[in-house]
């Protein structure tokens, strides 16, 4: 596939490292567990909108923004990093938080609010949870057209075909990785949300002929609606590269198993997979999106979905700032437990 062809900056200057996780295979008695370090990626606290926003953001450069404008949850990865990018191109940020949760945002947060802060966003405006965030989108751009300002709108997420590609190259980079380290992927393990990191990488992996099946996790929708979302990002994608086989809807899974009672509602899997990662590999896992994928691969392990030689590979996205937002839940935890 030939990425060169789309305009590019560069935030992360080396490949993320993928590490076999020793202790953990051992205590789960295999598969073989490795992990891609995604949460290494540059720009402030790292995670995987950062690839995603290579691409995003040499297009808002093309066409002469002044202001990036983007939305996401209270504690949204991708509303930090977007602001991060921001900050490092000499570009205005302004952001829309969706209250998804009633009553969930305070201004004086910890974790990623308060990083919005500190890397000085321009303004935040809170919107009630199930607004139309693509209206409140273009109405805020609206009024800063009016203010002779050039403003550049980054879907939620950073998940159309442009940010997409962030994860094409990334399927890529670890085929790469695999084919030096004389590793065969028999699996591979992703958080799946607002969905630009499973379709970059489905269509990086069919596109590239691996043949390695690609897990998606849920962090908000079921399995259905999930897999329509991450078609329907794949098939535009798809076009984009000009694929000639683009990739099938039957090679998008999606398991649905571990949302729990909603998106960011913590549940006991999460809670489990955030200390464990944390006491055998001294990773932090994040409460929303990896801690929950993670809670997802721990139980298709334990109920035997996996050979014990298999080789499973855990993209881990990032998203370790939202931990500081949920002391209370990890730690009342911890100490129940001792
Ligand atoms: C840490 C982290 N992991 C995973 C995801 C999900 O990625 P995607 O939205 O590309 O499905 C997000 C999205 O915000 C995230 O912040």
Redesign the pocket.
Known sequence: MNLARFSRRRYTPYKTPIEFMVNLTKKLGGPNVFIKRDDLLGLAAG???TRKLEFLMADALEKGADTIITC?AVQ???CRLTLAASVKEGLKCQLILEERVAGSYHPDANGNNYLFRLLGVESIKVVPGGSNMLEELDKLAKELEQQGRKPYIIPG?G?NEIGALGYVACAEELIEQAFESGTNFDYIVT????????AGLITGLVGNNTNIPLIGIS?SRKKEPQIEVVSNLTLKLCNKLGMSHPVSKKEIIVYDDYVGAGYSLPTDGMVEAVQMLARTEAILM?P???GKAMAGLIDLIRKGHFNKNDNVLFIH???SPALYAYMDIILESQNSQG
Not at 191 to 198: C, F, I, V, Y
């Open positions: 995670g995987n909108k996401g949204s990865n991708h997420g998940s958080p799946s949300g607002s969905a630009g990191t499973h962090v994040d929303v999106y990896t996205t990032g998203g």
